[in-house]
């Protein structure tokens, strides 16, 4: 088979296309071919080794293809069954290897790139909304990205449970997506961007400020932030957060900062369960609409993480083979 090789750690010139040999499946374990994988900002993190990697390596954890073997004891899935998945490794490649219990079976009105997209973000969003934090509804929510993957699904949930977005952007482009999907006030960057933010408020801030970009917008993620609220860093795309001195968040108004990551509430088979269910059924219903902004081959996925590094895209993106 084909795949992508993390050849050292660096920029996406690393990302080299090889040959490789086919995976096994095991015990509890399945072969799927692999119809589109997902790429996301953690792939980037990983090769450039600011998250522990360790270079030759197959990146990706993410996407939906079609069971072409089954491992011993495995009962629920058959052969040419679709599903998707978010945590097996290796999976920009063209077979991967996937854990049964944690292959999402798909149903017919989810298409292949939707499917291998929209479970790492999805989930994300589930958890930042229900977990991470506990908004309510009626509160007010910042989300930072806000047409980014993450942003976009985060927007969608949260004024499906009655909550009140205020997102921000970069260009007109991404603040026309935004409001479609349903933030009621879209703010640029900007050094005065808490202040745009309690005026919006009437001067309490938000309940809750999701922050995935890190450095560039955490000081004001802070500064937007109500009495009491919380901020949600759970990415770095501007680059880490630099150490931070707690009790700031005294004097900020008794703040709660908090950063999580996924793993930690999908640990559970039940809560994984839980969480990918609902998922499926909001997309399958059109409850929640995932935007794949951009679609690469296979073999170009260093393009594809020149892209996203750069903020050239809007959505989710797939690499199909």
């Not at 750690?9 to 090889?18: A, C, I, T």
């Not at 509890?28 to 030759?56: E, H, K, M, Q």
């Not at 699904?153 to 921000?168: H, N, R």
């Not at 609902?278 to 929640?288: C, E, F, K, Q, S």
Request: proline share 6%; net charge negative; charged share 20%.
């Amino acid at each position: 088979m084909h795949a992508i090789v993390v050849t050292e750690h660096g920029g996406p010139d690393v990302l080299s296309w090889r040959t490789e040999p086919d995976p096994v499946t095991g015990p509890g374990r399945v072969v799927v071919d692999t119809s589109a994988a997902g790429v996301n900002f953690i792939d980037t993190y990983l090769r450039r080794g600011l998250y522990p990697s360790t270079p030759p390596y197959i990146p990706g954890t993410e996407g939906a293809g079609v069971v072409v073997a089954l491992g011993a004891g495995v009962d629920d899935l058959a052969v040419g069954d679709r599903v998707a998945w978010c945590d097996a490794p290796a999976s920009y490649a063209e077979r991967v290897v996937v854990d049964a219990a944690r292959a999402v079976p798909l149903p017919e009105a989810i298409p292949d790139d939707t499917a291998a997209t929209m479970l790492l973000q999805g989930l994300t969003a589930d958890y930042l909304l229900d977990g991470a934090a506990h908004p309510r509804r009626g509160d007010t929510v910042l989300v930072h990205a806000g047409a980014g993957g993450v942003g976009l699904f985060l927007t969608q949930l949260a004024v499906a449970a009655g909550m009140t977005v205020i997102s921000t952007v970069s260009s007109d482009e991404k603040a026309a997506l935004s409001r479609d999907a349903g933030a009621a006030h879209v703010l640029r960057y900007g050094p005065d961007l808490a202040a745009r933010v309690r005026d919006l408020t009437g001067g309490a801030g938000v309940a809750v400020a999701y922050d995935g970009v890190g450095k560039d917008t955490f000081e004001a993620s802070l500064a937007a932030t109500a009495v009491r609220g919380t901020v949600v860093l759970f990415g770095a795309a501007s680059g880490p957060v630099p150490p931070f001195d707690l009790q700031r968040l005294n004097g900020a108004g008794s703040l709660s900062v908090t950063r999580p990551t996924l793993a930690h509430f999908i640990a559970d088979p039940a809560e994984f369960a839980l969480r990918t269910g609902r998922l499926v059924t909001a997309v399958a219903d059109g409850t929640v609409h995932i935007r794949v902004g951009a679609r690469y081959p296979l073999c170009d996925a260093a393009q594809a993480h020149r892209d996203l590094e750069a903020r050239k895209t809007t959505g989710s993106i797939a690499l199909v083979t």
